[in-house]
């Protein structure tokens, strides 16, 4: 293991990051619009049914979204630098491919988490409150666990995949589900049988609850569950990336 | 300095190299040509660890790809057909990367990319993002880059392609005086014959999969009694053209506009 390889990969991810202003500004959008939305939209109803306010459960939600698209679009990016050329650059580089894999991942998920610092800054903007500056090194763990996980799932599904064709179809039918399912928008409790399973299998889930207990107090499942839960399936999906990532031919 | 024996690579059915093998000595500049599809790329990427070749031997600067990879990659530096800069970073950026990986040491690799750059005429473009460059400013730089690492081979996978002939002659006098100056052994691909005729030592015509000449371009001019290599070179190969199925490379960039942030 090569630090310097790991740490110019790292590197490399976040001056792209923030050079970008245009993709950074342009991926805050969709957090903005639902936070607007479906916060203040749904808030009357949320409130009238007895469940309090629904910015306040929302934003952990939305913050975890922000992260999850910056993730897996960042390490999806690895099919363009394979098509056009970069990752051969390193790749014909006296480094291991961990390394490679490491670093750009651990750049991805910086860039993600930076990402839902913002969002959580726009949304406190907005009127999302947090109960104790204490916990929010426990939030920013949180943060990490979901950005390095869904940076590692875009990696591996990069490695697999030729061109972009299949691009729309992970939006749909991988990362909206996870996302819509993961409890970011409803509270998981009274759930009909199917759905209150699924949720239960989405990753995303345990990150949403970690979250939100973390920012709010409240929470579906006891804290070391989330943690758990995150860690080793951050664990299992970096292996699988990093597996697929040293098979890549090009 | 790369020697090669015997070396096969196949694709599911397809047979891309098919049992090649040959020599270039040290300080040689040696062309490898073929039409389309011949296998000329494989066998680079077969050469520069991006493949593992099927059967066969392979040895750079005495080196098995297979059992020292790193000491095969430190040996080569290249130039892919593409490009393999990041566009999001300026030119000197893309040369600290490259030192970095290589681990040149920093005050080698500051006084090493200043040396380069001046020589490829880019010192002065060294803080502009790569995507403001042209093609023959992008094709220097990777040159420049190539270099960094005091490689004993340089591989140049069609190196002027698409350039305009101004570019082209640059660019050959930049090789040639790297061959000259540093010793640098050349192993070049290219679709311009008179490029291999005036330049190459030494040359290898491959056509679907095997090696069916090689020698210097006289040799082969008086072997198929031409008075050009281009002339050998198509009697050698025949006249059809070569079809290709379009890879996903050539699919993703007619849809690269639409999908680029």
């Known amino acids: ?250 | 300095m790369i020697t090669v024996k015997n070396l096969s690579k196949k694709f599911d059915k397809f047979i891309a190299v098919d049992d090649i093998s040959f020599d270039v000595d040290k300080g040689e500049i040696f062309a490898f040509l073929g039409p389309n599809g011949a296998g000329k790329t494989t066998t680079i990427k077969m050469l520069t660890t991006l493949l593992k070749p099927t059967h066969g031997e392979i040895l750079i600067n005495n080196f098995n790809p297979i059992d020292h990879e790193d000491k095969v990659r430190s040996s080569f530096g290249i130039v892919f057909q593409d490009p393999s800069l990041d566009d999001d970073l300026t030119a000197l950026e893309n040369m600290e990367f490259h030192g970095v990986l290589y681990s040149v040491p920093k005050i080698t690799r500051r006084e090493r990319i200043k040396e380069l750059l001046t020589f490829v005429e880019l010192w002065d473009r060294r803080n502009d993002l790569v995507k403001t460059f042209s093609g023959g400013m992008k094709r220097r730089l990777e040159i420049a880059r190539g270099l960094l690492h005091h490689p004993k081979i340089f591989f140049l996978d069609e190196p002027t392609q698409g350039l305009d002939p101004q570019t082209r002659n640059h660019m050959w006098e930049y090789i040639k005086e790297l061959n000259k100056k540093e010793g640098i052994t050349i192993f070049f691909t290219t679709h311009y014959m008179e490029e291999a005729e005036k330049h190459a030592g030494r040359v290898a015509i491959i056509d679907r999969g095997k090696i069916i000449a090689q020698g210097t371009s006289d040799k082969l001019m008086k072997d198929t009694k031409t008075k050009s290599l281009e002339e050998a070179f198509l009697k050698l190969t025949g006249h059809g053209i070569r079809e290709e199925e379009a890879s996903a490379t050539d699919r993703m960039r007619q849809n690269k506009r639409m999908w680029r942030r």
Not at chain 1, 42 to 47: D, H
Not at chain 1, 99 to 116: N, Y
Not at chain 1, 168 to 178: K, R, S
Not at chain 1, 182 to 204: K, V
């Open chain 1, 1 to 250: 293991m090569k630090l310097s390889t790991i740490y110019i990969l790292w590197y490399r991810q976040l001056k792209k990051y923030f050079r970008s202003k245009a993709r950074m500004i342009g991926s805050l959008g969709q957090p903005i619009l639902f936070l607007v939305a479906l916060g203040f939209g749904f808030g009357p109803i949320y409130a009238k049914a007895g469940g309090g306010n629904y910015i306040e459960f929302l934003a952990p939600g939305i913050i975890a979204m922000s992260i999850l698209f910056t993730a897996v679009f960042t390490g999806i990016e690895i099919i363009w630098d394979r098509q056009f050329g970069f990752l051969k650059e390193t790749l014909v580089a006296p480094v291991s491919r961990l390394d490679i894999m490491i670093g750009r991942t651990l750049g991805g998920a910086t860039v993600s988490v930076f990402q839902g610092i913002i969002v959580l800054i726009l949304a406190m903007i907005l009127g999302f409150k947090i109960n104790s500056i204490w916990t929010v090194p426990l939030a920013l763990l949180f943060m990490i666990l979901i950005a390095i996980m869904f940076t590692a799932l875009g990696t591996a599904i990069a490695s697999v995949l030729e061109d972009m064709q299949a691009f729309p179809l992970i939006i749909n039918f991988v990362i909206m589900p996870i996302f819509f399912l993961s409890g970011a928008l409803f509270p998981l409790t009274g759930l009909p049988g199917a759905i209150g399973i699924i949720t239960r299998i989405d990753p995303l889930t345990y990150g949403v609850d970690g979250l939100r207990f973390a920012f709010t107090g409240a929470a579906q499942f006891l804290l070391a569950t989330d943690l758990i839960v995150l860690v080793a399936l951050g664990a299992i999906i970096t292996s699988i990336g990093a597996y697929l990532f040293s098979k890549i031919q090009i």
